[in-house]
Each structure stands twice: as C-alpha cells, then as structure tokens.
C-alpha cells in the first residue's frame, strides 16, 4: 500500500495543499461533483424553508440567538435592544437569511474544481471567527461576525440532515435510488470539508 507523505505545516498554510489533502482523505472526487450538480434544480427549492428553520433552530436556545444582538457586517438598518425584541422578522435575521441562502445555493452549484470555490468556503470560515478576511471591511471598520465553533458545528450538523433528507425524499424518476446514496455521501463530504474550513480559524491545525 502507498503511503502518501503530508506536511502538517504546509496544510496549515497553504489553502491548497489543505484541500488536496481533505478532498483526497474523502475521496471527493468529479464524480460527487458531477452529481451534487445534478440533484442540485430538485433540492434548490428546499433552501428557503431550510434557512428559515436554521434560524429557528438558532433561536431555540439564548447562547445561539444572542450572536444576532450584535451588528453583522454590511448592515445597517435597526437593531433591538433586548434579546426579548429580537424575532425571526427582525431586519438582520432577514439580511442574514440572505447571505445563507447563498451559501447554501453555492454549495450545490459551485464548481469544485476551481480553487475559488475553496477560497470562498475558507473566507466563510474565517469570517465567522471575530477576524474579517476581505480587506475592504478593516478598511471600513465594519465588525465580522464572532461565533463559537461549538455552534458552527452544530448547525452544520443540522444542515446536513435537512440536506440529506430533502434529497432522499427526491421522487424516484428525478433521483435513482442509487444516486441519492451518491449525492448524499458526496454533500456529506463538502460539508465536512466546510467544516474543516471553519475549525482551522478557531483551533490553528
């Protein structure tokens, strides 16, 4: 068996090398892409009702909700005062939805053989951790958002649920059974490669 030789320090540095690595330990192959990009119309429709119970979800317990008392960056309009006046209709939980519903919809439709991809999910990571990665909002001073990795993970967790069953509910004559089982294990794979992309911010391995 070959034994391929990883440098612990170039993955820590180099975006690239890291997603070589990750994309190799999992497999990810053309073919996940290939048919993430095929469920992709069927499972699209499901992205707005999934945010909306993310945030739902988010604001089932004080310590998730209370990120949003905060001001994210690019925004603007009114903030609540208390944590009782911030609801699901507030006007940041509305902007927010809509940077997520991007995310999510770039998930199943980015090409993954284009390192900008990577370099978008990695900045998503960092952007998360209290340090901006576009140097447009330090120039401005605009605040990015501080979220424990703790709940990062979580909801990715919960994302992958709502993922894997929207796709396995897909009617048979858009879905083969035997692609499902392909397209679940290949979201499964993406979303741990995010996942990586957002703990390497917060643990520096």
């Keep these: 068996m070959f034994t391929q030789e ?16 990750l994309t190799d330990f ?3 192959t053309s073919r996940d892409a290939e048919i993430i990009s095929k469920i992709a119309p069927s499972v699209n429709d499901a992205i707005p009702s999934m945010v909306d119970g993310m945030y739902a ?7 998730t909700k209370k990120v949003f008392m905060n001001r994210n960056q ?9 944590l009782e006046e911030l609801t699901l209709d507030s006007a940041q939980i509305v902007f927010r939805k809509v940077f997520m519903k991007a995310w999510a919809r770039r ?9 900008k991809t990577w370099a978008y999910m990695d900045k998503v990571g960092v952007m998360h951790t209290g340090a901006s990665p576009f140097k447009h909002q330090r120039t401005m001073g605009i605040a ?3 979220v424990p ?5 979580l909801t990715l967790g919960w994302i992958q649920t709502v993922l894997h069953s929207a796709i396995l509910q897909l009617p048979e004559s858009a879905c083969p059974a035997t692609e499902k089982v392909e397209a679940v294990a290949a979201i ?10 957002f703990s390497r911010h917060y643990i520096g391995d």
């Design 26 to 28: 999992l497999n990810f």
């Design 188 to 197: 499964n794979k993406v979303l741990w490669i995010q996942n990586d992309l």
């Design 107 to 115: 998930v199943l439709t980015a090409d993954y053989s284009n390192g």
């Design 74 to 82: 690019g925004f603007d309009g009114p903030l609540p005062h208390t």
């Design 6 to 21: 990883v440098d612990p320090l170039l993955i820590k540095t180099s975006l690239e090398d890291r997603i070589a690595y």
């Design 57 to 63: 979800k988010l604001f089932e317990f004080d310590i």
């Design 149 to 153: 990795y703790r709940d990062i993970a």
């Design 144 to 146: 990015p958002l501080n």
